[in-house]
């Protein structure tokens, strides 16, 4: 409920966001809200660079380009409020301080020297090497294109591939040179980001010291010391973040294409890891707790959102081009997955069937490699279309598993003998059940359940989605799963069993 409700304003967040961006570059930025935003941005980066060094990348990795061109906006806008603040007489935050008081430790000199390196480090060795890297794969791509267009043409006229899969392939070549131009031109924007961060620390550190000499009457060495303090925090607050999206930047364009795990935006275990670190940083002496705790936080939470709508019963969603774009997508890392079952086994149509039945119960649709090897075990439909799709869920049995017992314990009801063989009776002779007994299993869960909020039953594959439709529209949420679906290391807890006669 909270991951649709996040759907439903997100154009609302990206319009704040952007509003927030255009106040920071015009008026001047509170002290506490400046704190918040500069922790954010350093969060996210560090969530970002955690995305990319997964085995199995999130699909945030799939926008990195637009990510990277965002972050250095994002940086500049917040170096540009925070150079007001400095300069402008205000407050810089507690944030800025702190980062600057802990670099510097009363000696400016070393101070300087940290960022410096830092920078050095960033410029010389992390973002020449991947925009070296970067600059070379997109120009092999380029270069490759026509000649893999042609090989493409040619399995097509032999007979290997059909029109469909020839089409995909092309697509996916398409793609893979579009992305490889796009990180290309990303890693320029995260180089003159790092300039930029260095330009704009040595105009805070002379215009702060000359304002401090001429309007705040301090002496040079004062004055130089305390804005030495604030320009480097400032610097740090930038460079950090933006060395942290360089090295994400260059991960991505080192390493092997990997197709990112579709069922994910984000992984809840690098939110999780990324609220730790800015919760230690903020009991770290010297540094403003609020401002880590606050992100941290919010970082928990998110963390406990679903992560994709397409894995909540979001059938609606779930179309004939959405099933297509994933096909696509999948030829590009497992063709011949592809090739023996779509359309071998199973058609596009009849697949976006299947996606939308299992969604109907909450089951993960997204990931089509996932389900396609289930279809693979399953084999042809053939004419009993329903014992088919059950097969399938069997064969997704670790998928089930994940979702409805994610930490590898279930606490269920059972359906009782007397019940399950007054169920099999009602489907033998019609292919659901009747009103009346519908009314009663509806009453016999709602009176029998305890209080639970959701009610998961365990029965029999011959009458679970029997079952299940019949529980739907009740007052209950209600997950309906054979024994067979779930995976031998998922411990079992029964809570009960529901049998009129028991």
């Not at 304002?211 to 002496?219: C, E, P, Y």
């Not at 869960?445 to 959701?454: I, N, Y």
């Amino acid at each position: 409920m909270m991951g649709r409700a996040l759907v439903r304003v997100g154009p609302w967040l990206r319009g704040g966001a952007l509003a927030l961006l255009l106040a920071a570059l015009i008026a001047p930025m509170p002290a506490a809200l400046l704190d918040a935003l500069l922790v954010a941005n350093l969060a996210a980066s560090l969530v970002v660079l955690l995305s990319c060094a997964a085995p199995r990348p999130p699909r945030v990795v799939n926008a990195l380009p637009a990510v990277l061109l965002g972050g250095a906006l994002v940086r500049l806008a917040l170096e540009l409020a925070a150079s007001r603040a400095i300069l402008g007489g205000g407050s810089p935050g507690a944030v800025i301080a702190a980062f600057g008081s802990v670099a510097v430790r009363g000696d400016a000199v070393v101070g300087a020297a940290v960022f410096v390196i830092l920078t050095v480090v960033q410029l010389v060795v992390v973002v020449q090497g991947g925009e070296r890297v970067a600059e070379v794969a997109a120009r092999f791509a380029l270069d490759a294109m026509p000649g893999q267009q042609l090989a493409i043409d040619a399995t097509a006229r032999g007979g290997a591939i059909d029109a469909r899969q020839a089409r995909r392939e092309r697509e996916a070549l398409e793609q893979r040179a579009q992305r490889a131009g796009a990180m290309d031109g990303a890693m320029r924007f995260v180089k003159g980001d790092a300039v930029a961060g260095v330009v704009i620390v040595l105009v805070n550190l002379i215009a702060g010291t000359l304002l401090g000499i001429s309007r705040g009457g301090l002496a040079p060495g004062a004055a130089a010391a305390r804005y030495a303090t604030l320009a480097i925090g400032q610097g740090l607050l930038a460079q950090v973040p933006s060395m942290l999206l360089a090295v994400a930047a260059a991960l991505s364009v080192s390493r092997p294409l990997v197709r990112p795990d579709d069922r994910r935006l984000v992984a809840s275990s690098t939110l999780r890891a990324c609220a730790g670190v800015m919760l230690l940083v903020g009991v770290a002496p010297g540094f403003p707790l609020w401002p880590f705790a606050l992100v941290a936080a919010a970082l928990a939470a998110l963390s406990l959102l679903p992560q994709a709508p397409e894995e909540s019963a979001v059938v609606d969603r779930i179309d004939i081009d959405d099933t297509e774009r994933r096909l696509d997508e999948l030829s590009v890392d497992a063709p011949a997955l592809v090739r023996a079952t779509s359309p071998a086994l199973i058609s596009a149509t009849e697949l976006t069937a299947l996606r939308r039945w299992l969604a109907e119960e909450e089951v993960p649709a997204g990931d089509l490699r996932a389900l396609l090897e289930a279809v693979l075990r399953a084999g042809a439909a053939g004419d009993a279309a329903e014992r088919w799709r059950s097969r399938v869920r069997e064969a997704l049995g670790p998928v089930l598993s994940a979702r409805f017992a994610p930490q590898g314990e279930l606490a269920v009801w059972m359906i009782g003998p007397t019940l399950e063989g007054a169920l099999r009776d009602e489907l033998a002779r019609r292919p659901t059940f009747g009103a009346a007994l519908t009314d009663d299993l509806r009453t016999m869960v709602d009176g029998g359940c305890a209080s639970d909020e959701t009610v998961t039953l365990l029965a029999a594959q011959p009458v679970r989605r029997a079952l299940w439709e019949s529980l739907r529209a009740g007052r209950r949420r209600c997950v309906v799963l054979a024994p067979e679906e779930l995976g031998a290391t998922v411990k079992i807890t029964v809570r009960g069993v529901l049998d009129p006669m028991g």
